[in-house]
T-cell receptor, first 113, second 113 residues
């Protein structure tokens, strides 16, 4: 069966510090991968999605970037965090074939102080 | 921004009651998905709908893909305490590519004994 992991679970960072959040998927090959941000427990905003290694599409201009160095690894980064980057970050995957069913990881709670 | 109008925003119900919520849009959708999210966790997929008029059940949950393709409904019958959480609708617009989902703002369900 497929599983999706996110690391770390929680993170407290000062403004201006760098960020690296990791997402890994097991039990599937060539997944589509997604990064979302959720503010205040409501509404998911799509940040990035990837259909393959090195292929990243950005949905919202922001202070963040994403990379996909391996087939089942998706990384969310920032060089300098802003207060507004605080939130709950969710990674999701879906099968490469024509399906819209996305499966979410456990999330990372980021607090920028 | 969010393309889906999800209502109600919150519901306070007694154990044993039925729950209904819906999502509407001015756009036509190819897919409707319903998720449940517990506090501090990632959303879990409950039901996926792919055809207009489709009615699908998952235990006490029933969801329908509206005939106009612009709305979807989720019903929970005979609610129990573990039904507490936030329910999200999501969908792929006909004008978007596979995997790009729009999310509703969520319906918070509180079940009292």
């Amino acid at each position: 069966s497929q599983t999706i992991h996110q690391w770390p679970a929680t993170l407290v960072q000062p403004v201006g510090s760098p960020l690296s959040l990791e997402c890994t998927v097991e039990g599937t090959s060539n997944p589509n991968l997604y990064w979302y941000r959720q503010a205040a427990g409501r509404g998911l905003q799509l940040l990035f999605y990837s259909v393959g290694i090195g292929q990243i599409s950005s949905e919202v201009p922001q202070n963040l970037s994403a990379s996909r160095p391996q087939d089942r690894q998706f990384i969310l980064s920032s060089k300098k965090l802003l207060l507004s980057d605080s939130g709950f970050y969710l990674c999701a995957w879906s099968a490469l074939a024509e399906t819209n069913e996305q499966f979410f990881g456990p999330g990372t709670r980021l607090t920028v102080l | 921004g969010q393309q889906l109008n999800q209502s109600p925003q919150s519901m306070f119900i007694q154990e044993g009651e039925d729950v209904s919520m819906n999502c509407t849009s001015s756009s036509i959708f190819n897919t409707w998905l319903w998720y449940k999210q517990d506090p501090g966790e990632g959303p879990v997929l409950l039901i996926a709908l792919y055809k207009a008029g489709e009615l699908t059940s998952n235990g006490r949950l029933t969801a329908q893909f509206g005939i106009t393709r612009k709305d979807s409904f989720l019903n929970i019958s005979a609610s129990i305490p573990s039904d507490v959480g936030i329910y999200f609708c999501a969908g792929q617009r006909a004008t978007d590519s596979w995997g790009k989902l729009q999310f509703g703002a969520g319906t918070q369900v509180v079940v009292t004994p």
